[in-house]
C-alpha cells in the first residue's frame, strides 16, 4: 500500500532536523532544510524514492 499523499515529516540526515516542505514541483514533492540548505526530491508515485540535492545557502 502506498501513501501518495505529502509526507508528515522528513528529517534532514545531516543536521538531524525537521525539513520544511517546499513546493509540489515535477510531480515531486520538495523539501528543504532550513539550516543547510540539502533539498530533498520526494516522488508522489514511487515509494522510498528519495533523491538529494545540495544547494548550500549563500
Ligand atoms: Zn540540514
Not at 17 to 27: A, E, I, R, T, W
Amino acid at each position: 500500500m502506498v501513501d501518495d499523499s505529502v509526507p508528515d515529516q522528513l528529517q534532514c540526515t545531516t543536521c538531524l532536523l525537521p525539513m520544511q516542505y517546499q513546493s509540489k514541483m515535477d510531480g515531486k514533492f520538495l523539501w528543504q532544510c532550513f539550516k543547510c540548505g540539502k533539498k530533498y526530491f520526494v516522488s508522489e508515485n514511487i515509494d522510498d524514492n528519495i533523491e538529494e540535492s545540495w544547494s548550500p545557502p549563500r
